[in-house]
């Protein structure tokens, strides 16, 4: 399995950007999905969006054409490019990986996760 570190949360005006990344160890980094999540306090967690092994992306509705995915095999890491941000977008920030054969949007189906970063998105 591999473990994942997030990296790059902080503290933003609303309207500006965010770039997380999520950095993995482990030679088969390429052969894993690896999501992002999100949980506010008192809230369930939440799924963003997805970098399928291909290089694929998919994303919630929520954030679609404010967040990418992007990532680097060449240096395990996956990338969540957070623009336009808002208030209630303030949330522990997670990635998880995955190695089956579908995509999986729901949280509890992941066992892999890195330790969150915090963003908060000041108005």
């Known amino acids: 399995q591999v473990q994942l570190v997030e990296s790059g949360g902080g503290l933003v005006q609303a309207g500006g950007s965010l770039r997380l990344s999520c950095a993995a160890s482990?030679?088969?980094?390429?052969?894993?999905?690896v999501a992002w999540f999100r949980q506010a306090p008192g809230k369930e967690r939440e799924f963003l969006g997805i970098s399928w092994r291909g290089g694929s992306t998919t994303y919630a509705d929520s954030v679609k054409g404010r967040f990418t995915i992007s990532r680097d095999n060449a240096e395990n890491t996956v990338y969540l490019q957070m623009n336009s941000l808002k208030p209630e977008d303030t949330a522990a920030y997670y990635c998880a990986a995955d190695d089956g054969p579908i995509i999986r949007t729901n949280w509890r189906s992941y066992d892999c996760w890195g330790q969150g970063t915090q963003v908060t998105v000041s108005s």
């Open positions: 482990g030679r088969t980094f390429s052969t894993y999905a």
